[in-house]
């Protein structure tokens, strides 16, 4: 009997795609979803979402095609690390836009054509960008030259711009201010509290055909203390975790379970979390190190004194190795208007 049957699973509940099936909307990613349509039902031009990674990104924008592949145009870009020519170029293949000569006149005339056809149809066009920090300023300044389209009444082009949180820092340069000032529609992903990690986890089994698996409430604080609430990782754990069950044939998953499955987990599942962890182990070994070292050279030049002085100065060596206060969730934000106006938590 394998590991589904085991717990009369249909599928592996915590696969690491972005499955839209599987969506679970919490606060904020209801409203980055929202957002989504909303800007493309209300012609907003240019819309934002981003997040760190592994807070649901990738699965935010599928659901938005899921919802609207039917009733939109949508050139979805994945590779964004192109020329503005060539963006340029994937955006008219994706849309099955032909031209009727080379060149980029002949290319932008044709995108018009298609832009005025469609808004003529009432099907709205639709350009999404994942992984949108990694395109380059030429090409971003393409895009809102592209979002000029646009009759007396309304745009003719919708903009989706998914990216990790740098994206807002790039947008915030000279060269590209212009662009961010019209980006009307902005939604961050943050990562999961311990409440919504319950109900996340619930919702996956759900959707994967629960089963009789128990879970022990117990668990839901070691999974947030390894996962820190990014979903990707809690999909990581709970899937060692079941393993680590289902070998000791257990129907309830217990803490021990959880620690089993931290314990055998390692390098590339981790990610930027291992990183995280690999980055403080070597501060604190170095700061460990200049700390011996300054007590050593202390006590050589107290002891080289002490025939000349009497030892009354000591000062306490105090070196803290304390970390800032790592990544606090601000509340979800859905900003209509300038980012200028934004809480700068964000
Ligand atoms: N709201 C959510 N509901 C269900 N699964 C989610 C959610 N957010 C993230 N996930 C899961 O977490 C993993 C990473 O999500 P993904 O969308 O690829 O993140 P990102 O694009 O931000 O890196 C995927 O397995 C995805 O299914
Ligand atoms: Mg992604």
Not at 304 to 323: Q, T, W
Request: glycine letters at 6%; one cysteine or more; aromatic letters at 8%.
């Amino acid at each position: 009997m394998n590991f589904l049957e085991f717990y009369g699973l249909k599928e592996d509940p915590f696969k690491l795609s972005p499955d839209p099936s599987y969506f679970y909307p919490t606060a904020c990613h209801r409203v980055a979803s929202d957002s989504l349509d909303y800007a493309v039902e209300h012609k907003e031009g240019f819309c934002l979402v981003y997040g760190e990674p592994g807070t649901g990104k990738t699965t935010i924008l599928k659901v938005f095609m899921d919802k609207w592949k039917d009733r939109a145009e949508i050139a979805l870009i994945l590779t964004p690390r192109l020329s503005a020519e060539e963006f340029l170029m994937a955006v008219l293949d994706e849309l099955n836009v032909t031209s009727q000569g080379e060149g980029k006149v002949h290319h932008l005339k044709a995108f018009r054509d298609f832009l005025l056809e469609k808004s003529g149809a009432r099907r709205p066009v639709v350009i999404i960008v994942d992984e949108a920090q990694n395109m380059p300023d030429e090409t971003l300044e393409e895009l809102r030259l592209l979002s000029n389209f646009e009759t007396e009444k309304e745009k003719l082009l919708q903009i989706i711009l998914i990216g990790q949180p740098e994206i807002e820092q790039k947008l915030k340069k000279d060269n590209l201010k212009q662009l961010d000032q019209r980006i009307m529609v902005r939604a961050r992903l943050h990562p999961l509290s311990e409440d919504e990690i319950v109900g996340y986890i619930n919702h996956r089994l759900i959707m994967a055909g629960k089963g009789h698996l128990r879970l022990d409430d117990r668990i839901v604080n070691l999974v947030f203390k390894f996962s820190q609430g990014i979903p990707r990782l809690i999909n990581v754990i709970a899937s060692r975790t079941l393993m680590s069950a289902y070998l000791e044939g257990h129907n309830t998953v217990t803490p021990r379970h959880v620690k089993y499955a931290m314990d055998h987990l390692e390098g590339s599942e981790l990610e930027g979390r291992g990183r995280t962890r690999t980055v403080a182990f070597y501060a604190s070994v170095i700061g460990a190190a200049f700390a011996l070292t300054l007590l050593i050279g202390y006590q050589l030049m107290s002891s080289k004194s002490d025939g000349a002085r009497s030892d009354n100065g000591n000062a306490p060596l105090s070196i803290s190795a304390e970390a800032g206060p790592g990544d606090t969730a601000p509340p979800p934000v859905h900003a209509k208007g300038k980012s200028k106006n934004r809480s700068s938590a964000d």
